[in-house]
């Protein structure tokens, strides 16, 4: 109780990491290693898991059909053709996030126990563990924002599991039933249910991090959120450090790792990102994000105007809204 009492009530934005974290080329010393091999193994089918979302066109033409022609069986068997090998890939997507979770699970683990006396240092100290957990935090943002803009996902479960049922009910064997049985088909109906679903997963990763580890106090691991995304913030805003960036995608890439932390911190801290006692700089990082060429940023504003959990309180500063609007 008393450590949720020191989180609610810190008020102080104490002062700010100054480091350079090199999300290009930091590598894992021996203490990292054990982590960072089995995150690594997790991490290397993550470009390879938003190739595919990106190129997913759906089976939308094929089911139109289909409904249009009821009576048309071979309309309808092209339809299931169409669909049962996309929700084989979206099997894969829901079971990636699984992965992805557990993977989060090892990182929050090393970068918050007590082998350093604070966040700044684990992050300082414990690059590569700190550049992981960006990469995933990027590949969340980047995951959700394709499966926002892509309605065909929901529309071609859906079709599946009516589809099932229906056969079923015919007692009609279906080819591609074994892929997902019924309790899968709904946990993976809930998971695109979600508008964004991968940063749900990995909200409710961290919640359940802190909950399982009650020894640790809950300010660990939101201090290693809040120090994450000031670190971001700092490098954006200090050119000899941003001008140590080999490509401009980094500047990017540290832009949507800023959003993301603070998305999951204001999940996770119990009165969230926004709030006066917040560890992050809100205001700053918002200037960081409005002083980017508009159109690359209007993603990452939105995130920040739709997906967080306490913008809207009536606790939330008025000028923090009103750079939001």
């Not at 991490?43 to 979302?53: F, G, N, Q, S, V």
């Not at 119990?270 to 006692?277: D, E, I, M, N, T």
């Not at 159109?295 to 809207?312: F, M, P, Q």
């Amino acid at each position: 109780m008393g450590n949720l009492l020191k989180v609610l009530t810190c008020t102080d934005l104490e002062q700010e990491p100054n480091f350079f974290l090199d999300f290009e080329n930091a590598q894992p010393t021996e203490a990292e290693r054990e982590v960072w091999d089995q995150v690594d193994v997790v991490l290397k089918d993550a470009k390879a898991i938003l190739d595919e979302l990106q190129a997913y066109k759906g089976a939308g033409q094929e089911i139109r059909e289909a409904i249009q022609n009821p009576s048309d069986d071979a309309l309808q068997e092209q339809a299931w053709a169409a669909v049962v090998p996309l929700v084989g890939k979206l099997k894969k997507f829901y079971e990636f996030s699984q992965r992805l979770e557990a993977a989060l699970h090892s990182l929050l683990g090393a970068l918050t126990n007590e082998t350093y006396s604070d966040p700044t240092q684990h992050l300082e100290r414990e690059q590569a563990l700190a550049k992981q957990f960006a990469e995933i935090l990027h590949f969340t943002l980047r995951f959700d924002e394709l499966k926002m803009t892509n309605p065909a996902i929901q529309n071609d479960f859906s079709y599946y599991r009516r589809t099932l049922s229906r056969m079923r009910i015919n007692n009609v064997p279906a080819e591609g039933e074994n892929e997902v049985n019924n309790e899968l088909a709904n946990r993976i109906s809930l998971f695109y249910a979600d508008a964004t679903p991968m940063l749900k997963t990995l909200s409710d990763g961290t919640t359940k991090f802190v909950s399982e580890n009650k020894n640790l106090p809950i300010e660990n691991t939101t201090d290693c959120l809040s120090t994450m995304a000031s670190v971001c913030k700092v490098m954006l805003e200090t050119p000899e450090y941003r001008s140590r960036f080999n490509s401009e995608d980094t500047v990017s890439f540290c832009l949507r790792v800023m959003v993301g932390v603070i998305i999951l911190y204001d999940y996770v801290h119990p009165v969230g990102a926004f709030a006066k006692s917040s560890k992050i700089d809100m205001k700053g990082c918002i200037k960081v994000l409005k002083d980017q060429p508009p159109n690359s940023v209007e993603g990452l504003l939105n995130a920040l105007r739709y997906t967080t959990k306490h913008l809207n309180d009536e606790s939330t500063n008025k000028t923090i809204k009103s750079m939001l609007q």
